[in-house]
């Protein structure tokens, strides 16, 4: 079951990092295969971060409120339940978990709009940290030795495949120094919500209550973060939504999934290896190139991710 739970949780991070590689294409032209350009159709600010978030969650949540109940027919009945006096702790455990959602992503785009983007994705990929703290705190999940190490060398893999900054750009503000490990420690507590959710509630019902939260939040933030560009090209723009959702409806679903299986601490490990993923997958579909220090990175992630599936084995012995 560990095993399977494990490779759950791998295949939702190639979901997360095809969603990488898409919002990518939305901000930046790229040779997509090497057959064809697209991309650029918005600017890369606040703004439109904000209205890619909208326009991703106002696709999901109609998505899975179609299929949650075929994969799992009782999950109607089990969100009409949560409305239950004695639900109504699940139920605000599930609304947080949403709320914490929205948070991550909102306070990741501020790190990114006012420091370099590399800068701001190594301090939100510190959240495993956090994680393993949260669930040491909580759930008295105390990480081994072997745990820490490899987690060490996961977070050195991923900071690796980071794109190069100069330190010149650096001297931006500590604004964005703060909200990219606050996402990070806001992400952490999603996870543990979610595992200590899950003791009650199946992921897939609390994964469409935390998307349904996220997408009224996002509404909210385009009523005050207003978009002011004209004629957005916004047939690409629903295209590259539709996949984005896509993706991120099977990343969540998958990833909660294995975090029911092998915990939040493991999982978050093995997320802790998109940054590698996403570069590496980059590299595939719209040929960003990677030097020997990135593949070296990607070298040491896809070992030390090999190893943590072996944990419990060399444990044991």
Known sequence: MAVFGFLIVLLASFFFCFQNVIVRVLFNQHAVLGVFQTGGF??????????LMFMRMVLVVPLMAFLVPKLHPPAWRELRQLWQVEQRSLLGRSLLAGFLMFLYLALLYVSIGVIPAGIALTLFFTYPVFTALFSWRWFGDRPSLLRWGIMGFVLLGSFLTLPHVSPSSTSGSWLGIITGIASGIAYALYTVVAQKSFEKLHPFPFTWISFA???VLSAA????????????????LWIGGLLSAIFTFAGHLL????IRLIGATTASMIGASNPALTVALAWLTIQETLNVVQILGVAIVTLSVALLSQERRFVKG
């Not at 918005?42 to 209205?51: H, R």
């Not at 005050?224 to 004209?230: F, L, R, S």
């Not at 990833?255 to 294995?258: I, K, P, S, T, V």
Request: proline fraction near 6%; aromatic fraction near 10%; include cysteine.
């Open 42 to 51: 918005v600017t890369p600010n606040l703004q439109n971060s904000f209205l």
């Open 213 to 215: 939260t996220t997408l």
């Open 221 to 236: 933030c385009l009523l005050v973060w207003q978009i002011h560009e004209a004629q957005l090209p916004w047939l690409a």
């Open 255 to 258: 990833n909660n999934l294995g």
